[in-house]
T-cell receptor
Framework: DTAVSQTPKYLVTQMGNDKSIKCEQN?????MYWYKQDSKKFLKIMFS???????INETVPNRFSPKSPDKAHLNLHINSLELGDSAVYFC??????????????FGDGTRLSIL | AQKVTQAQTEISVVEKEDVTLDCVYE???????LFWYKQPPSGELVFLIR??????QNEISGRYSWNFQKSTSSFNFTITASQVVDSAVYFC?????????????????FGKGTKLSVKP
């Protein structure tokens, strides 16, 4: 069973389009995250949600809007896609807000390519 | 300011060599956690180890070992008798409790990664 699953795995789209990436975890965790990995492999936190509530927003443009319908899901919607949005996006989850207590479990990533 | 520094961008070794990946961190918190993750060419992120700031005991897991030294703010990772399957990008990460300031507690702050290539 996949613990953290992201769909789609690959996403190729035109500049200016709106797209969504879905994330689901079946670990019963309370906290979910989105990270962005750029072309140089640098990983940076974007958002974290605890029990459907936003707790971290790391200066991400408001074109990015996370949505958490329940604590097992954290979807990422991106409006007006730009070339600089091309990256791999990772979803992760952990049992609580203190990431140190338990390691974060990561999905396999979604590779977003903007043409 | 960069909080996790992995000075080695790329390392190339021959199979069976030992290799150490360096990680230096910076934090004002007294309680924090350090991690290593592996990202193989297939792209997924694999958790390797977690260490809390109160536990400086070194750890060994098979061919992997970790040396945590608070005095030098370092958490280095050594692979003994490296194998081709060890080829990957390795990330060191820090998670703070945010005790001393309203920082981004809970999330992982990653270093820029070290790409390890093990040649047969």
């Amino acid at each position: 069973d996949t613990a953290v699953s992201q769909t789609p795995k690959y996403l190729v789209t035109q500049m200016g389009n709106d797209k969504s990436i879905k994330c689901e975890q079946n670990l019963g965790h309370d906290t979910m995250y989105w990270y962005k990995q750029d072309s140089k492999k640098f990983l940076k936190i974007m958002f974290s949600y605890n029990n459907k509530e936003l707790i971290i927003n790391e200066t991400v443009p408001n074109r990015f809007s996370p949505k958490s319908p329940d604590k097992a899901h954290l979807n990422l919607h991106i409006n007006s896609l730009e070339l600089g949005d091309s990256a791999v996006y990772f979803c992760a989850s952990s049992p609580g807000t203190d990431a140190g207590n338990q390691p974060q479990h990561f999905g396999d990533g979604t590779r977003l390519s903007i043409l | 300011a960069q909080k996790v520094t992995q000075a080695q961008t790329e390392i190339s070794v021959v199979e069976k060599e030992d290799v150490t990946l360096d990680c230096v961190y910076e934090t004002r918190d007294t309680t924090y956690y350090l991690f290593w993750y592996k990202q193989p060419p297939s792209g997924e992120l694999v958790f390797l180890i977690r260490r809390n700031s109160f536990d400086e005991q070194n750890e060994i897991s098979g061919r992997y070992s970790w040396n945590f030294q608070k005095s030098t703010s370092s958490f280095n990772f050594t692979i003994t008798a490296s194998q081709v399957v060890d080829s990957a990008v390795y990330f060191c990460a820090l998670s703070e409790r945010g005790e001393n300031y309203g920082g981004s507690q809970g999330n992982l702050i990653f270093g820029k990664g070290t790409k390890l290539s093990v040649k047969p």
